[in-house]
């Protein structure tokens, strides 16, 4: 018994096909990303996105990322910007919990992706800064993380992987029954 043959499947890539993500396709992956679990049901998520065809909008995401992902993600038929809430609605307290969630918001969509072989690649490397001044960003949001996302083609599949260098810590490292002993 191995992990789910989706979870197997998925990666980074740094290539896309050159196809638009079909609206049924992206309706059904927001879905997924809706229907995520958040503290208080809050629900803190915001996403901000284009298709590479709105050459204007897509540009100024392209603009906010760091050198090296631009390289690549310019090319992605979809960039989306992840953005949280700060404060908790309902009595505008802040919001431990409101980037863990987009971000689980976004494992939800990252996942269910794959099942139409749309692949993302999450990015770190972007300007907080420009994002908020560029998009008109109020000062009860943060932008969180830049999303690529693209359909792989079937052929460059093994070959788009090959180029990867992936690993993982060991279970033991990372799961302790009951006792944290690690102190590095
Ligand atoms: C929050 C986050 C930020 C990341 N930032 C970048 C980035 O700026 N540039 C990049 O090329 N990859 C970035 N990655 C991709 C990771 O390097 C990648 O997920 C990791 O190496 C594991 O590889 P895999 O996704 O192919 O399994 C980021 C991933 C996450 C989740």
Redesign the pocket.
Known sequence: MGIHQILKK?????HFLNKPIDQNHLDIIFEAGRWSPSCFNEQPWRFLYAHQHQTEIFNNIVSC??E??QE??KYAPLLMISIAKKNFSYNNKPNKWARYDT?QS?AHMTIHAMEFNIYT??????SSEKVIEIFNISEHYEP???IAMGYLDDNLYEKELSL?E?S?KDKEEIFMNGIFNIND
Do not use: D, I, T, Y
Request: charged fraction near 20%; proline fraction near 4%.
């Open positions: 998925r990666f980074s890539p740094n990322l760091a090296k992902n690549w993600a971000g976004v690649h999450q990015m770190g490397g972007f969180v993380s830049v990867k992936r993982r």
